[in-house]
């Protein structure tokens, strides 16, 4: 067989690994998203040796989704528009329209009381952002649930930058190693805002 031959396997083998990982990832994130915290961990083995374990995989894994998740931000543009298809019309994001956790324009600036006005300074700023999602805007609700500290949220998003909105969505939605397991709107929600924001930089800087 010749060089170029086995290039093109390994090259075909590598990307049907790349498409089985990323359709494995959303089939677990929709199965999970259905459960709350609590009734997954009612479903944890009771054996405290197994609990350690799962403890050690569950670290593991997320450290390893935050430097996937650092990698994919650095990509080139080319290359984030060929996945754009896959992040931004995934059915993990239709399922959190659908269950309001993002919002369109118009709904984000009503729960907020703001102005079109606003909302554009504000995305000037990089206080909030949107996702695109089959050609429209969608925004997060966290910015508008009063459990959360809106500042302290917006102060996170500035850190990010110029991190598109897919990049700052899954920063503040995923579970991190470096927050003990928490997403870092649940360490927020724990006064934890400086390691929040030293994830944050990390995430920037990678």
Do not use: C
Not at 22 to 45: G, N, R
Not at 194 to 204: I, L, M, N, S
């Amino acid at each position: 067989m010749s060089g170029n031959s086995v290039r093109m396997r390994a090259l075909r083998e590598t990307e049907a690994s790349a498409a089985d990982f990323v359709s494995t990832l959303e089939k677990f994130t929709s199965q999970v998203s259905e459960q709350s915290a609590s009734a997954l961990l009612d479903q944890l083995p009771s054996d405290p040796v197994r609990v350690r374990k799962l403890s050690r995989n569950l670290a593991t894994a997320s450290n390893v989704l935050d430097e996937m998740q650092r990698a994919l931000m650095h990509k080139p543009p080319s290359e984030i528009k060929a996945l754009a298809p896959t992040v931004h019309g995934s059915p993990a994001l239709l399922k959190s329209i659908k269950m309001q956790e993002l919002l369109d324009a118009g709904n984000f600036t009503k729960r907020l009381n703001w102005t079109r006005q606003a909302l554009s300074k504000a995305l000037r700023a990089n206080r909030v952002f949107f996702l695109e999602v089959r050609g429209g805007r969608y925004f997060p609700a966290f910015f508008t649930d009063p459990r959360h500290e809106r500042r302290h949220l917006e102060s996170v998003s500035r850190m990010l930058g110029d991190v598109p909105g897919g990049g700052k969505w899954l920063f503040f939605t995923t579970p991190k190693g470096s927050l003990s397991g928490l997403t870092p709107i649940q360490a927020l929600d724990k006064g934890l805002l400086v390691a929040v924001k030293a994830a944050a930089e990390r995430f920037t800087q990678a």
